[in-house]
Nanobody
Framework: QAQLVESGGGLVQPGGSLRLSCAAS????????VGWYRQAPGKERELVAS????????KYTKAMRGRCLISKDNPKNTVFLEIFNLTLQDTAVYSC???????????????WGQGTQVTVSS
């Protein structure tokens, strides 16, 4: 089994920034593809950023492009999401999803984290 644990959320003022972390543990050899999602109250969960390992390519939604950075620390099996110039509309629960190579015979699996709350308010 593998687990993803997000951290770094909290209360931020409009215009501020934060860095979310998503750490993998358990039977994880390495993380490959990653997606950061968010779900605002009363709304569907949406993808905000992704990292495609084979292409070493990051992608961002239109709403996040230019003020968001996804990165990965391979030795620590940890993924980060930095968001700049936060607005009230960024308030949501942010969660990560990862594909990973399991220590169980090298099988490819995927796992979701529980999420971390980000509240943007003055």
């Amino acid at each position: 089994q593998a687990q993803l644990v997000e951290s770094g959320g909290g209360l931020v003022q409009p215009g501020g920034s934060l860095r979310l972390s998503c750490a993998a543990s358990g039977r994880v050899y390495s993380i490959t593809n990653v997606g950061w999602y968010r779900q605002a109250p009363g709304k569907e969960r949406e993808l905000v950023a992704s990292y495609i390992d084979v292409y070493r390519e990051s992608k961002y939604t239109k709403a996040m492009r230019g003020r968001c950075l996804i990165s990965k620390d391979n030795p620590k099996n940890t993924v980060f999401l930095e968001i700049f110039n936060l607005t009230l509309q960024d308030t949501a629960v942010y969660s990560c999803h990862a594909d990973y190579v399991s220590t169980d015979q090298g099988l490819m699996k995927d796992v979701w984290g529980q999420g971390t709350q980000v509240t943007v308010s003055s």
